[in-house]
């Protein structure tokens, strides 16, 4: 149990356009989402928290006109990349925090998603 | 902002213990977790220390003392499957949010 999947695994898109990410939990809802960026030999770098039915609270130096999020649902949340750049390149991972969690704070890992902008 | 440091490199022999550790300077903490990532895939779940002390799990046990800030990985019978990078998070107390520390990258030589 506990699988979070990330859409799509991998895209690759041109300076200026517009990518959505989506990350879903499959068998589990999920009060909070997070969002990640790692950019090579980096470790991850927490980007905003994404709660069901409210506005993201984004990290400091985050663009919050620029990387977009939306959490719809319990299972659903999307980050959309707006006007990307080749700077925005990165491998962007989604967690998800189930409404029971086993421990507190547990948190499930998408298999990320690897965007280059050319 | 918070800080949290980890050796930036390894290399241990197969066979072997080697011991991660990760030192914080977090403005909250609600627990500490060990995550390993290989390369180009997501990272996955070691193990949670919120209180002081040791929690073992198989050939891989995690302590923690948060009167001093400060954490280690021990891995034992180390197995060629073992390098991969291991990444130390400190969970603060608002929303549950996690913060990584740069990763250790563990390279396992036969």
């Known amino acids: 149990g506990a699988v979070v999947s990330q859409h799509p695994s991998w895209v690759i898109c041109k300076s200026g356009t517009s990518v959505k990410i989506e990350c879903r939990s499959l068998?589990?809802?999920?009060?909070?989402m997070f969002w990640y960026r790692q950019f090579p030999k980096q470790s991850l770098m927490l980007m905003a928290t994404s709660n069901e039915g409210s506005k993201a609270t984004y990290e400091q130096g985050v663009e919050k006109d620029k990387f977009l999020i939306n959490h719809a649902s319990l299972t659903l949340s999307t980050l959309t990349v707006t006007s990307a750049h080749p700077e925005d390149s990165s491998f962007y991972i989604c967690?998800?925090?189930?409404?029971?969690?086993?421990?507190?704070?547990?948190?499930?890992f998408g298999p990320g998603t690897r965007l280059t902008v050319l | 902002g918070q800080n949290i440091d980890q050796p930036t490199e390894m290399t241990a022999t197969e066979g072997a213990i080697v011991q991660i550790n990760c030192t914080y300077q977090t403005s909250g903490f609600n627990g500490l977790f060990w995550y390993q990532q290989h390369a180009g895939e997501a990272p996955t779940f070691l193990s949670y220390n919120v209180l002081d002390g040791l929690e073992e799990k198989g050939r891989f046990s995690s302590f923690l003392s948060r009167s001093k800030g400060y954490s280690y990985l021990l891995l034992k019978e180390l197995q060629m499957k073992d390098s991969a990078s291991y990444l130390c998070?400190?969970?603060?107390?608002?929303?549950?949010?996690?913060?990584f520390g740069s990763g250790t990258k563990l390279n396992v030589k036969p």
């Open positions: 967690s998800a925090s189930p409404l029971t969690a086993l421990q507190d704070n547990e948190q499930f």
């Open positions: 068998d589990f809802q999920a009060t909070t």
């Open positions: 998070a400190v969970s603060l107390d608002n929303f549950n949010k996690f913060y």
